[in-house]
């Protein structure tokens, strides 16, 4: 017997140390100690001994199980060992290399501009209205007091669609003043809201294109009048332009759907081809406006003598060009992804209500 436990010792040690993974280990160790193993065997068999020799059998086997069991402790610990490093080699991470571009997009200028001009014409009380960019022809031109013969309506200027309403051609509206018309005769005064969006005209030039954009003011209320105007406009493009001491003056104009009608103008410097804003003894013309005419309000069933209001148009390509500097109008469009990286604005610089940016 005790030959055989030296035996089974060798054997066994041997194959522990020969193990190449901790399967090959275990498959050894239910060979050696499992309930049908071979150390196993041998501890049952000094049950059978005589009993003088059943002792020091038993302490003999006892040894060799501890040792075979202490072997394969150790021998588990070093194939642990082995297999992490081999992990850590396969999976190593180099933390030194620099990280990957991660593409980041840019915000266009007309997107940043409406936001801009929406945040700061929300905090005086104005909510955002929306009207279809095609257009029929009363809520572009009838209902806003435009008569059929006004060059607005002339083919150069417009473009009419071949589809028809009650016998006039739809078109694609040529400012977002009809959004004035749509948000009277859909809801009841008082009104205040402003309407970005897209207007259209047949034009192209450093400062025209075909597509452009446009917010319309409208407040109508009891006893508005001129006044509430200009200080709204006034307030508004001074926080615009992020300047409180901007110089501003109201010209007489002419539209058909305000009277008075005005042109609001802001002071400027021209010279060597740059146009600074703000300060100078020349003007910038930035946007019309006026008290919104009777007939206007007649059409939609307003009564005059008891509802009175404003109403202004403002291009807003044209304010981001002179805000940002930017000369051309035409690339606004043309969809360059590297004048966009150039005039674009970081996502996250969310406008503040006074018109400037977060950073
Ligand atoms: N609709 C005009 C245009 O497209 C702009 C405008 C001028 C709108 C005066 C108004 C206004 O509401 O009162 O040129």
């Known amino acids: 017997m005790e030959e055989q436990r030296e035996r ?9 140390a020969a193990a190449a993974d901790l399967r090959a280990l275990e498959e050894i160790r239910v060979r050696a100690l499992g309930r049908r193993g071979e150390v196993t065997a041998l501890a049952k068999a000094v049950g059978r001994l005589p009993p ?40 190593r991470i180099d933390v030194t290399l620099p990280p990957r571009p991660r593409p980041e997009g840019r915000v266009h200028p ?15 009380g104005f909510a955002v209205a929306e009207g279809p960019d095609v257009e029929d022809d009363y809520h572009n031109f009838t209902a806003l007091n435009i008569p059929p013969e006004h060059p607005a309506r002339q083919m150069q200027d417009t473009f009419f669609l071949e589809a028809e309403e009650e016998g006039a051609p739809l078109l694609l509206r040529t400012h977002t003043s009809p959004v004035q018309i749509r948000t009277m005769l859909a809801g009841r005064p008082p009104f205040r809201i402003i309407a970005p969006g897209r207007v259209y005209r047949r034009d192209y030039d450093m400062t025209h294109t075909p597509m452009f954009h446009q917010v319309e003011g409208l407040l109508i209320d009891r006893r508005t009048h001129m006044g509430h105007l200009k200080g709204c406009l006034i307030d508004f493009v001074r926080a615009f332009f992020e300047r409180d001491d901007i110089p501003v003056r109201f010209r007489p104009s002419f539209f058909p759907f305000t009277e008075p009608s005005a042109e609001m103008d802001i002071g400027c410097r021209r010279g060597k081809g740059q146009l600074v804003v703000g300060a100078g003894d020349d003007w ?76």
């Open 52 to 91: 003088e020799e059943r002792r020091a059998a038993g302490q003999a086997v006892n040894a060799l199980k501890r040792t075979v069991e202490e072997a394969i402790a150790r021998r588990r610990a070093e194939l642990e060992r082995i297999e992490l490093e081999r992990r850590l080699a396969r999976e």
């Open 8 to 16: 089974l010792e060798g054997e066994l040690l041997a194959a522990i």
């Open 284 to 359: 910038l013309e930035i946007l019309g406006c006026g008290m919104v005419h009777p007939r206007v309000l007649e059409g939609v069933g307003l009564e005059p003598d008891v509802w009175q209001g404003f109403a202004f148009g403002l291009g807003i390509d044209r304010l981001a060009m002179l805000k940002y500097g930017i000369p051309d109008l035409r690339t606004f469009f043309e969809g360059d992804l590297r004048w966009l990286r150039h005039y674009g604005f970081v996502p996250l610089d969310i406008p503040t209500t006074y018109g400037g940016l977060s950073r």
């Open 110 to 124: 007309v997107s940043q501009v409406t936001e801009e001009i929406v945040a700061i014409l929300a905090d005086m």
